[in-house]
């Protein structure tokens, strides 16, 4: 009988093009998103060495970090204008398939592979951009890669990769009522810091994953990174089949269902073995918020900011004084007194449907506390479309929030979307670095229940103890 | 990408962990569309004020530094986005060599990429070194990769381990792309079999 093997082994062997001892393997790629601040310099790379894309038909391009959510077309900031001018033209002179700003599938690169059934189990998906583990969700291995990768990816469709250790993180029993993937894996990096993910490829197990719908599964390997792992996934299942069936790229008829077993056939063997495990229970796990300037520093919404004496080291020391310096934050505050500025609900974390279905159902018949500025950015052009068929705009806007068009926005604020210098934001994204929203910004990374809660509060609450209006 | 064999220079402490990618180049500078001209904005909301003055109390911005081009930081650097502006900061500033007790691993990768050589050491020596920087005038280290060692010119002496690839394609300033396609054959064979799948 062969070995018991992980999702992760499979994969890997599947596609490798080359080995040979003392080189990392040739990986095969299936599939290469691009977008506009990531690739220009690999498209030069490859004019200078007159070399073509080798599959442009494994390739697919966006725009997403610069778009404009409001007025499409007033792009004040020339140098954006130019990036995605260099995006269109190169994917013209290159062949590369792209949804441009004004394309139907325009949206974020993590929300729009899935969407139209590019992302599929047991690909080999790469990006120019560190939140490619989003993939991982259906059980393709996807990872972020530099630029150089980028040329190299463009110009051979493989990648030079050692094969990586693999980390089982295995959620233990079900996530409580009220709590959500992000508070999940929030938590999971709470719990274990923003490395111990780092030279591993993750898988995420247990009944709690398994429970988990395909948006949460995204939310969930989407933050792998933040722990440090390139990649992070989950083996398929029927879930993971039946939201891809009908999807633009992926087979149809007797096909799908031969492909679908093949699918799921990939999850991991009974008996397979990680080189590490770690543990969590979910029926701890609270909703989160982060007070700190890295998702590691997060605490639950009941608990207190921590406090520098507390640290064990004295450079741990120096990290919490020089975040509760940056933040406006006093050492034990309890998070919920924090009263905040913005609300972001968006990004490739958490910008999809079911994303902003829950936000809504809290937010309806409320109102945005005044003084607060609230967005809601939806993660695609689709998205947007089929939120705005079940009224969810309606109930976003009524309440006060901004309803604008899709892409990264105020994640990166790469476009205008800009949280002011000292000002605080409760962010449904996944990095709360310094400067991360608008330099000097401050950012609370919450689930998007939590940050629909905190915009009619005005500061952060318990969501499961936030009262639903019975209309 | 210049080769590395064996690097001299002046060393910048820089005793924070886990900084990311995004403090070491802000992403308002990431719109650019060549690779050259970063260096300007390294570490840009750390060492200039909204004003666009340089910050005193931003170590870098420290005459004693100035010329440095072996940056020691903690652990975890290069953490979050993967933006390879960053390598093209530290590059175009000058940095050729980053020593850390541990990377994050896209930044490890862009940086091999680029000619910069990650050296990853025990949390005691990296201390160690940041110390000497700090107090020394002028503290400058000796990094050969050829014989994976790192010395001072006091009494410090470590080695590092670099995989055997990354080391080779920094030792001879390789073109990447170039290598692998001298397996191009191998890639036909691969998309063919996989095409009778």
Redesign the interface.
């Known amino acids: 009988m062969q070995k018991p093997k992980t999702i992760i082994e499979k994969i890997w062997d599947q596609h490798v ?2 080995q040979e001892e ?3 393997d ?1 990986l ?1 790629i299936d599939l290469h998103l691009v977008h506009e ?2 690739s ?2 690999a498209f ?2 490859l004019r200078m ?1 007159d ?1 073509k894309v ?1 599959r442009p038909d494994l390739t697919y391009a966006t725009m997403d ?2 778009v404009p959510t409001i007025h499409r077309h007033i792009i004040k ?1 020339q ?2 204008k ?2 995605m001018d ?1 995006l269109k033209s190169n994917c013209e002179e290159f062949g590369v398939p792209l949804a441009d700003i004004d394309h139907p599938d325009q949206g974020i690169v993590h929300v729009i592979g899935p969407e139209l059934g590019l992302t599929q189990p047991g690909k080999t998906i790469v990006c ?3 939140h490619t583990s989003t993939h991982g969700a259906f059980g393709a291995l996807a990872f ?6 980028v ?2 990816v463009l ?4 990648i ?1 990769q ?1 094969p990586p250790k693999t980390l089982n993180v295995k959620v233990n029993g079900k996530l409580g009522k009220g709590i959500t993937a992000k508070d999940l894996i929030l938590a999971i990096i709470g719990k274990y810091g ?2 111990f993910g ?2 591993y490829v993750v898988e995420y197990t247990g009944e709690a994953i398994r429970s988990l719908s395909m948006e949460g599964r995204m939310t969930v390997c989407n933050m792998s ?2 722990a ?1 792992a ?1 990649a992070g996934l989950i083996s398929p299942d029927d879930i993971t089949v039946e939201f891809l069936r009908g999807r633009r790229h992926v087979p149809k008829g007797e096909v799908f269902e031969k492909v679908a077993k093949e699918w799921k056939a990939l999850a991991t063997d009974a008996g397979a073995t990680y080189d590490a495990t770690v543990e969590i229970n979910a029926d701890e796990v609270e909703p989160q918020v982060t007070w700190g300037t ?1 998702p590691g520093m997060c605490i639950p919404v009941s608990g207190s900011v921590p406090n520098p004496e507390d640290a064990k080291t004295a ?1 741990g020391k ?2 919490i004084n ?1 975040a509760l310096e940056y933040m406006g934050l006093e050492a034990g505050q309890p998070i919920s007194s924090v009263k905040i500025d913005h609300v972001f609900i968006g990004s490739c974390t958490n910008s999809r449907l079911s994303d902003l279905t829950r936000a809504a159902e809290i937010v309806k018949g409320h109102k945005v506390k005044s003084g607060i500025r609230a967005m809601v950015v939806p993660g695609s052009h689709s998205v947007k479309k089929a939120a705005e068929a079940e009224g969810l705009d309606q109930i976003f806007k009524e309440a006060g929030f901004e309803w604008r068009e899709a892409g990264c926005s105020m994640c ?3 476009n205008d979307d800009i949280v002011p ?1 000292g000002e605080r934001c409760a962010s449904t994204s996944n ?1 709360n ?4 929203q608008g ?2 910004a401050r950012t609370h990374l919450v689930s998007p229940e939590m940050a629909a809660a905190a915009a009619i509060e005005g500061h952060f609450v318990d969501v499961r103890k936030f009262s639903i209006p019975t209309a | 990408m210049e080769p590395i064999r064996v690097h001299e220079g002046r060393v910048y402490p820089l005793n924070r962990s886990n900084i990311d990618t995004d403090q070491i180049i802000p992403k308002q500078f990431l719109k650019r569309i060549s690779r050259q001209g970063f260096g300007q904005f390294l570490f840009f909301n750390w060492r200039f004020d909204n004003e666009g003055n340089p910050r005193p109390d931003f170590s870098l911005n420290d005459p004693k530094y100035q010329h440095a081009s072996i940056l020691v930081a903690g652990e975890n650097f290069g953490c979050g986005s993967s933006r390879e502006h960053a390598p093209w900061a530290l590059l175009d500033y000058g940095f050729k060599v980053i020593i850390a007790p541990s990377f994050a691993d896209i930044f490890n990768n862009n940086c091999t990429k680029n000619g910069i050589l990650p050296v990853q050491l025990t949390e005691e020596e990296t201390q160690l070194l940041m110390d000497r920087a700090d107090n020394e005038n002028d503290y400058t280290l000796k990094v050969d990769l050829e014989n994976k060692r790192v010395y001072d010119s006091i009494d410090f002496e470590a080695s590092f381990d670099l995989p055997e690839y990354p080391r080779e394609m920094l030792l001879n300033g390789w073109d990447e792309i170039g290598v692998t396609l001298t397996y191009a054959d191998k890639i036909d064979q691969f998309e063919a079999k996989k095409q009778t799948l």
Do not use: C
């Open positions: 093009v080359h003392g080189k990392p040739l095969y601040v990531t220009p310099q030069e790379g060495n070399r080798r970090h610069n900031d140098i954006s130019t990036q260099t120019g951009d560190s972020g890669i530099g630029t150089s990768e040329e190299h110009a051979t469709q493989t030079w050692a923003v490395r780092t030279g990174i933040e440090g390139r890295n450079n120096d990290e020089r990166l604020g790469m210098a990095r670095f310094e400067g991360r330099a000097g």
